[in-house]
């Protein structure tokens, strides 16, 4: 699977977009990029995953650039209940394995 | 929420003891894993299931075994549990395979484990 790249932390306000980036330059293919997230002490939390294009559903947005080496999880309202570590993961089609990075812990503020 | 609930919620034994825990689905999932988290080393995979009695290692399987004789239970054991298996583990289902359209895995809330 490719290797992901995040930044450790980041702040957003509440009420703001908050823009999670993620680089995956390995990326192949057949890989899909997904998005978990997991709020403090629950289990991780599955918000939107896509391949090429731009998906949006009613918890987020994933845009993917051209060359998919690189996406963006944007959450566009966000609230004090968003705070959580965020995990992008690359997953080969066929694998059945989910492999979680360090993530990216955010923190919405009033 | 998925369907998932994972027996104990918390445990504490002592080192030697044998230990097994339970995941119990009613989403009727082909997937299912173990994972365990801790603090500096994230999720780490234990062992998945592919369908009944189909099973593999994860990253991190040395002193664990897994058993699933129906589809909406998967066992995980620890032999012989040892203080570094100190984890908070948990269960997760996946309803088709990972990549595939609608492939979300979904978690359950996770058993907290003390071995001392």
């Known amino acids: 699977d490719a290797k992901t790249t995040q930044p450790p932390s980041m702040d957003c306000a509440e009420g703001r977009a908050a823009n999670l980036p993620c680089n995956h330059s390995t990326i192949s293919g057949n890989e899909y990029v997904y998005w978990y997230r997991q709020i403090h002490s629950q289990g991780p939390q599955y918000i939107i995953h896509?391949?090429?294009n731009n998906e949006t559903n009613e918890m987020a947005s994933l845009i993917i650039t051209e060359d998919r080496k690189s996406s963006t999880l944007i959450l566009p309202h966000a609230t004090l209940r968003d705070t959580a570590v965020y995990y992008c993961i690359v997953k080969k089609s066929n694998d059945y394995k989910l492999s979680f990075g360090a993530g990216t812990t955010v923190t919405v503020r009033a | 929420d998925a369907g998932i609930t994972q027996s104990p919620r918390h445990k504490v034994t002592e080192t030697g003891t044998p230990v097994t825990l339970r995941c119990h689905q009613t989403?009727?999932?082909?997937?299912m894993y173990w994972y365990r988290q801790d603090p500096g080393h994230g999720l780490r995979l234990i062992h998945y299931s592919y369908g009944v009695k189909d099973t593999d290692k994860g990253e991190v399987s040395d002193g664990y075994s897994v058993s699933r004789s129906k589809t909406e239970d998967f066992l995980l054991t620890l032999e012989s549990a040892t203080s570094s298996q100190t984890s908070v583990y948990f269960c997760?289902?996946?309803?088709?395979?990972?990549?595939?359209?609608?492939?979300?895995?979904?978690f359950g809330q996770g058993t907290r484990l003390t071995v001392v």
């Open positions: 997760a289902i996946s309803g088709h395979m990972i990549g595939a359209r609608n492939a979300e895995a979904f």
């Open positions: 896509g391949l090429k």
């Open positions: 989403e009727n999932h082909r997937y």
